[in-house]
Nanobody, 121 residues
Framework: QVQLVESGGGLVQAGGSLRLSCAAS????????MGWFRQAPGKEREFVAA??????STYYADSMKGRFTISRDKNTVYLQMNRLKPEDTAVYYC????????????????WGQGTQVTVSS
């Protein structure tokens, strides 16, 4: 069992930055690939970024490339979000799955409760 707790969301103006954190506990965290997803009201959950179990490889949705950076350190995964846009407004979730990352939210085994990000225009 892996427990995930996100933090760092909030209200920011367009063009601003936020850093989300996801603290993991439970089983050996280093064996798990981690992903960030987001969900806006009335929309399907959307892939944002993922990082491999070793932290050596990363994967981004096209619309996030160059603006978002995923990283991991010990028991925490981060999502640095820069040049935020109003369309980035959503609840952001971190998720874990064994070893290999994926952009498909249905393949992740563990989820955090989510943190709200609101970008004003």
């Amino acid at each position: 069992q892996v427990q995930l707790v996100e933090s760092g969301g909030g209200l920011v103006q367009a063009g601003g930055s936020l850093r989300l954190s996801c603290a993991a506990s439970g089983r050996t965290f280093s064996n798990y690939a981690m992903g960030w997803f987001r969900q806006a009201p009335g929309k399907e959950r959307e892939f944002v970024a993922a990082i491999g179990w070793s932290g050596g490889s990363t994967y981004y949705a096209d619309s996030m490339k160059g603006r978002f950076t995923i990283s991991r350190d010990k028991n925490t995964v981060y999502l640095q979000m820069n040049r935020l846009k109003p369309e980035d407004t959503a609840v952001y979730y971190c998720a874990a799955r064994k070893f290999v990352y994926s952009g498909d939210y249905r393949t992740y085994d563990y989820w955090g409760q989510g943190t709200q990000v609101t970008v004003s225009s």
